[in-house]
């Protein structure tokens, strides 16, 4: 039977992704920061997701501010990547650690939902970790527990497990193998799908150029190798030139009056399974502008198979096999 995760919801909604605004991004100031996420707010975001690894709980605490403001809000948070990525480290007691943290950073009593931050794989399949999760959950400290994930397979684990309530996989027009494999079975299972990196780190906003220049402390500069972590976080895996390539493709798909990353974020929420998508922003335009794509028009199937075509030609060689 189905299981009842409160964030499944037959209407996707775009809501806001805070790593932007707590580090690796270059630098976002503090009044920016909060602003962009006071303009998300105004323009009907309602569900943030952030994690405590962010800015080393910058993130966290800047969204606890907006909570202590704002009522109606969802916060998910992640944890289990401020130590070194071993599954043994993936203990009860290092659960309430991390958590007590998290909490202190958000200023609640009770997170909404907290989800494992891609941890390494055997986690996914080691039924102590859960039995933690649900003990978090009996003692209140959060209401719910998901799972974030870099792999297809990783998602299909975890989504066999009876109390998860969330995956968050990469999901975009550079990422089609979730399509095949698991949203169809978190429909199945009545498990909620949020949507990351739904702009491949900016490149599907069509903005970036091959003269773009990126700050050092941004990962999309030190991170295109994977020599900080998983390189598939970084334009989705694709290589630089060949997204730029694919954009442009792409950019003559968009119906009119329709920008590039709206665009993007339509193609997300079309999929059927997809309960939010949560793109990033660095400035209160850019959050303004990416909730707005919940109310554009779904696109035309024409325009779909298009997008597929352009997947298939020359992001699929790279990208369909690793995750």
Excluded at 6 to 31: C, K, L, N, R, Y
Excluded at 300 to 307: I, K, L, N, Q, R
């Amino acid at each position: 039977m189905p299981r009842s995760s409160p964030f499944v919801s037959s209407t996707p909604q775009v809501g806001f992704g805070a790593w932007q605004i707590g580090g690796s991004w270059g630098d976002v100031p503090a009044d920016t920061a909060l602003g962009t996420l006071r303009a998300a707010v105004a323009a009907g975001t309602t569900f943030i997701d952030t994690a405590d690894v962010y800015g080393d709980g910058r993130s966290e605490r800047l969204v606890g501010e907006l909570l202590a403001e704002t009522d109606g809000l969802t916060v998910a948070t992640k944890m289990g990547r401020r130590v070194e990525q071993t599954p043994g480290a993936y203990t009860l007691d290092n659960f309430r650690a991390w958590n007590d943290r998290s909490r202190a950073n958000l200023g609640v009593d009770t997170v909404d939902l907290v989800q494992l931050h891609c941890p390494p794989t055997p986690v996914y399949a080691t039924d102590a970790v859960f039995d933690a999760l649900d003990t978090l959950v009996d003692e209140e400290r959060l209401a719910a527990y998901g799972v974030s994930v870099e792999t297809c397979a990783e998602a299909l684990t975890a989504i066999a497990r009876p109390n998860v309530a969330s995956v968050q996989i990469i999901l975009n027009a550079f990422r089609h193998k979730p399509l095949e494999e698991v949203l169809p079975a978190a429909r199945e299972a009545g498990v909620a799908v949020i949507a990351r990196v739904p702009l491949a780190s900016g490149l599907l906003s069509g903005k970036l150029t091959a003269a773009t220049d990126f700050a050092a402390d941004d990962h999309r500069n030190f991170n295109r190798h994977g020599a900080a972590f998983d390189v598939g976080e970084t334009f989705s895996g694709v290589d630089y030139a060949t997204g730029l390539t694919a954009v442009e493709r792409i950019r003559e798909l968009l119906p009119e009056g329709m920008t590039m990353a709206r665009f993007a974020l339509r193609w997300i929420l079309d999929q059927p399974g997809v309960s939010v998508v949560i793109p990033g922003a660095r400035n209160p335009e850019q959050a303004t502008a990416n909730a707005a794509a919940a109310t554009d028009a779904p696109l035309s199937e024409e325009t779909h198979e298009a997008v597929r075509a352009i997947y298939d030609e020359l992001i699929r060689p790279q990208v369909h096999h690793r995750w």
